[in-house]
């Protein structure tokens, strides 16, 4: 390798996953060796809370002061550690609306990472949901809207900063109107320039002077690059964001192993592209050897000049800057502020709580029919959905209940259901959106407790909760029993 008298090494411009809920010693001194700083954790790699302070603790003793230790905490379905309050997603906040509740939550998220040992949080999202097909963000969003979407993620992304706790919005130049999710195909977004800048750019432009990183996306943007995703395009990451807007902080990418990357590029080119284009680090999960690819490629691009010492220095400091402002902690979590801040989480699902086309709930007394799927797995963005079983809990105070859990709800033959008596409800809890024959179904009621666009395939009465973590499903649990109203408005056109 070329003479860096600095001391700058690739692996300084590259994070990667590694296995296990425990630094094994071959990881350790593969991240020794490749000067590797960053490492984002995942739900493979969280054990107890205790394994997950240990796990953090050895990769900062590794990885040195300014080690980078991330994971995806954005509350609702996409949270890594399950065993900390449980936040509500992003488009739970926008139903609520209160902006000083999610600058709350986002403390809260903050206070509750900080204490395991992880400085760098891939959230919030400042993509703005306005089309229902979209199948991997939905619900990930705050709003359709783009001033509600800056209102409120800035909201929560100033509450994690001021617990100390970097965030990193995403995905630029914006997910939210796609069709195609990005871990399986590559999505295209044929719009104008004028078109992005009037929604999609408008929340990450609104607050590009205070997020510390942005998480680019693997989304081709055919009328500003044809031939290059975001990730790996100079047009859209060295022209608007450094160049025009004038961005100095941390750009990050999304997954380089992600099929909308991978399959087309390759890690070794993926990863210098996208330096090239106007990143400073590259997320490249994978194995040892696929990692230490990565790495081989950008230190080649460098020695051939594809790449210049002045480019990885540059990157090299904003890395630097976003680990000095929030280093790795270990912060005792106080038995009080933890029950505080699960009543926060809790309460913040409650107020996102909406019920649409005129939903009521049932009397105690009266006999309901329950359809639900009996379990739904995760999706590897997504943790795993809630269990028949635990929709089944949301029904104990009432008096006679038939539950019928299928192995896909997707199956269910509205012919077949009997029309004696009982109130029919459908509880959807799993995230796909219905087929056209949902359109045919009744129920007598709609508990969509995962994709809220799941409300516009089924014609009925609708409460809409946003995810299912405790807080949400003990919200839905009080509507049902009559101890709570369900008030809040939609943030997405549900109609």
């Given amino acids: 390798m070329s003479d860096f008298h600095s001391g700058f090494h690739p692996g300084q411009l590259v994070m990667v996953d590694i296995q296990g809920k425990s630094l094994d010693l071959a990881t350790a001194e593969f991240l020794r060796v490749n000067k590797v700083r960053a490492v984002c954790l995942f739900r493979k790699n969280l054990g107890t809370e205790a394994e997950v302070k240990q796990l953090t603790s050895d990769l900062r003793n590794v990885m040195g002061p300014q080690a980078l230790i991330g994971l995806d905490q954005e509350g609702g379905s996409v949270v890594r550690a399950t065993f900390l309050p449980q936040a509500p997603s992003a488009m739970a906040l926008g139903a609520a609306g209160d902006a000083a509740l999610s600058e709350q939550v986002g403390a809260a998220v903050a206070r509750g990472l900080r204490s ?34 800056t209102r409120l993620a800035g909201a929560w992304m100033r509450g994690s900063l001021a617990e100390g706790v970097a965030c990193c919005v995403k995905h630029f130049p914006g997910h939210g109107d796609t069709h195609v999710d990005s871990h399986l195909a590559l999505p295209t977004v044929d719009k104008s320039r ?26 081709v943007y055919p009328q500003i690059d044809p031939e290059h995703p975001a990730t790996l395009s100079t047009k859209i990451l060295g022209d608007i964001l450094r160049r025009e807007w004038g961005y100095e902080g941390v750009v990050i990418t999304d997954a380089l192993m992600m099929k909308a990357i991978y399959e087309r590029y390759g890690y070794a080119r993926a990863a210098v592209m996208a330096i090239q284009a106007g990143a400073d680090m590259i997320l490249a999960q994978g194995s040892l050897e696929e990692q230490a690819a990565s790495i081989q490629a950008l230190r080649e691009a460098f020695d051939k000049g594809e790449l210049t010492l002045a480019q990885g220095q540059k990157a090299r400091a904003r890395l630097d800057a976003l680990a000095d402002a929030y280093p790795v902690r270990h912060d005792d979590y106080e038995f009080e502020q933890r029950q505080l801040d699960d009543q926060l989480m809790r309460a913040a699902w ?27 797995d995760s999706d590897g963005v ?48 799993h995230r796909a959106r219905y087929n056209a024959a949902a359109a045919g179904w009744q129920p007598d009621l709609h508990l969509v407790l995962w994709n809220p666009f799941q409300a516009l395939d089924v014609k009925a009465p609708t409460v809409v909760t946003w995810g299912y973590a405790e807080g949400a499903l003990a919200g839905l649990q009080a509507w049902l029993e009559g101890r709570a109203q369900a008030s809040a408005r939609s943030p997405v056109a549900l109609a």
């Fill in 116 to 149: 395991i040992g992880i400085n760098w949080n891939f959230a919030p999202v400042l993509d703005i949901n306005n089309n229902p097909a979209n199948p991997v963000i939905a619900e990930r969003s705050f709003s359709e809207d783009a001033d509600e979407v």
């Fill in 350 to 376: 409650a107020a996102g709580l909406a019920a649409l086309h005129g939903a009521k709930a049932p009397a105690l007394n009266q006999p309901l029919r329950v359809y639900t799927q009996a379990s739904v």
């Fill in 194 to 219: 004028a078109e992005l800048d009037a929604l999609e750019l408008r929340p990450f432009k609104a607050l590009r002077d205070e997020a510390p990183a942005v998480m680019t996306a693997h989304i």
């Fill in 382 to 429: 997504s943790e795993a959905g809630p269990s028949g079983q635990l929709v089944r809990s949301l029904f104990t105070g009432f008096a006679d209940v038939e539950f019928v859990a299928l192995d896909s709800i997707d199956a269910l033959n509205w012919a077949e259901v009997p029309a004696d008596g009982r109130i029919n409800v459908l509880a959807s809890n």
